[in-house]
Nanobody, 124 residues
Framework: QVQLVESGGGLVQAGGSLRLSCAAS????????MGWFRQAPGKEREFVAA????????DYGDSVKGQFTISRDNAKNSVYLQMNSLKPEDTANYYC?????????????????WGQGTQVTVSS
């Protein structure tokens, strides 16, 4: 079992930045691909970013390309999401997730473990 805990969310003005963290316990994350998703009220869960176990491969949702950066530190058993130039439409609950394989990583069903989420609110 892998337990994931997100942190770093909060209230920020448009144009600001936040860095989300996802800390794992129970197992090392080094063998898992990791992803970030977000869900706004009344909307479906949306793929944000994914990173392969060795950080060789990353990918981003179209709405955040060039704005967000995913990274990981396997020694710290953690994954991060740096979010810059935030917009009100980035407001959502952000979740990290772990998958046994870096394939179809844009699909939520590919992920085995999920955190509880951290709320990000961007004011205009």
């Amino acid at each position: 079992q892998v337990q994931l805990v997100e942190s770093g969310g909060g209230l920020v003005q448009a144009g600001g930045s936040l860095r989300l963290s996802c800390a794992a316990s129970g197992r090392t994350l080094s063998s898992y691909a990791m992803g970030w998703f977000r869900q706004a009220p009344g909307k479906e869960r949306e793929f944000v970013a994914a990173i392969s176990w060795g950080s060789i491969n990353t990918d981003y949702g179209d709405s955040v390309k060039g704005q967000f950066t995913i990274s990981r530190d396997n020694a710290k058993n953690s994954v991060y999401l740096q979010m810059n130039s935030l917009k009100p439409e980035d407001t959502a609950n952000y979740y990290c997730a772990a998958a046994g394989r870096y394939s179809d990583y844009k699909l939520a069903r590919q992920y085995d473990y999920w955190g509880q989420g951290t709320q990000v609110t961007v004011s205009s």
